[in-house]
């Protein structure tokens, strides 16, 4: 094996085992304008109905964890593909950046659409008579999201929508970036990782914490992603 290879190797162990210290979570932001995805703010820090500020507080944490691994990720790619290297740690790398990216956005699309004081779903809005066309009523098509939610697993529930159709579906996301439909556009997400719930609700309730999530849905941001 040569040197370069066997470096890569052992990379690649590295990085599975969680231990690549370039991509800490508190790796700072890079300056390379290709990777300088920012943190977007979200005034969560004093927690919502339901779910305590202890909780959030350290779900933006790890938030802020994903960005700044998508930026590591980013700038380590850009850099071998400068330099002509594409050794299995590389191709780690690229693998992972799926799950780092997908986790930053899919947080972003779940902090922005949570609020206290969140709109109800819009009477007559184009994704509401989506929803009635696909389950009949709201609350028969929430009964199918949230048992989309509480599947066994980690990941998130999702009510996408097929651009081509302008369908929707309920979809189960395991991790950040598996089992999701390709081409679709997520309208909702609800983070159902144990790190969303566990503190506040523990293991085995995860409907709670889904129940408690309903009424903090802001359906005027989620009905703009229709
Ligand atoms: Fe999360």
């Given at each position: 094996?040569?040197?370069?290879?066997?470096?890569?190797?052992?990379?690649?162990?590295?990085?599975?085992?969680?231990?690549?210290?370039?991509?800490?979570?508190?790796?700072?932001?890079?300056?390379?304008?290709?990777?300088?995805?920012?943190?977007?703010?979200?005034?969560?820090?004093?927690?919502?109905?339901?779910?305590?500020?202890?909780?959030?507080?350290?779900?933006?944490?790890?938030?802020?964890?994903?960005?700044?691994?998508?930026?590591?990720?980013?700038?380590?790619?850009?850099?071998?593909?400068?330099?002509?290297?594409?050794?299995?740690?590389?191709?780690?790398?690229?693998?992972?950046?799926?799950?780092?990216?997908?986790?930053?956005?899919?947080?972003?699309?779940?902090?922005?659409?949570?609020?206290?004081?969140?709109?109800?779903?819009?009477?007559?809005?184009?994704?509401?008579?989506?929803?009635?066309?696909?389950?009949?009523?709201?609350?028969?098509?929430?009964?199918?999201?949230?048992?989309?939610?509480?599947?066994?697993?980690?990941?998130?529930?999702?009510?996408?929508?097929?651009?081509?159709?302008g369908r929707l579906m309920n979809a189960w996301?395991?991790?950040?970036?598996?089992?999701?439909?390709?081409?679709?556009?997520?309208?909702?997400?609800?983070?159902?990782?144990?790190?969303?719930?566990?503190?506040?609700?523990?293991?085995?309730?995860?409907?709670?914490?889904?129940?408690?999530?309903?009424?903090?849905?802001?359906?005027?941001?989620?009905?703009?992603?229709?």
């Amino acid at each position: 094996m040569e040197r370069r290879e066997l470096l890569g190797t052992l990379a690649a162990g590295t990085l599975a085992l969680g231990l690549a210290p370039h991509l800490d979570a508190a790796q700072p932001a890079t300056s390379d304008p290709r990777a300088d995805y920012k943190p977007r703010p979200f005034a969560l820090e004093t927690g919502l109905p339901g779910l305590s500020k202890e909780m959030l507080g350290e779900h933006l944490a790890l938030y802020k964890g994903y960005v700044n691994r998508t930026n590591a990720l980013l700038k380590d790619l850009q850099a071998a593909e400068a330099e002509g290297r594409a050794t299995t740690a590389v191709q780690e790398s690229r693998r992972r950046l799926g799950f780092e990216f997908s986790g930053m956005r899919l947080h972003e699309l779940y902090f922005e659409a949570l609020r206290e004081k969140a709109a109800g779903p819009g009477p007559g809005h184009a994704l509401q008579k989506a929803i009635q066309a696909g389950w009949g009523t709201f609350d028969a098509w929430w009964a199918a999201f949230k048992a989309t939610c509480t599947m066994t697993g980690i990941g998130w529930g999702a009510l996408v929508k097929d651009p081509h159709t302008g369908r929707l579906m309920n979809a189960w996301i395991q991790d950040h970036e598996n089992a999701f439909p390709v081409g679709t556009v997520p309208i909702l997400v609800v983070d159902v990782w144990e790190h969303a719930y566990v503190k506040d609700y523990g293991a085995t309730a995860r409907a709670k914490y889904v129940d408690a999530i309903r009424p903090l849905i802001d359906w005027g941001v989620v009905e703009k992603r229709y």
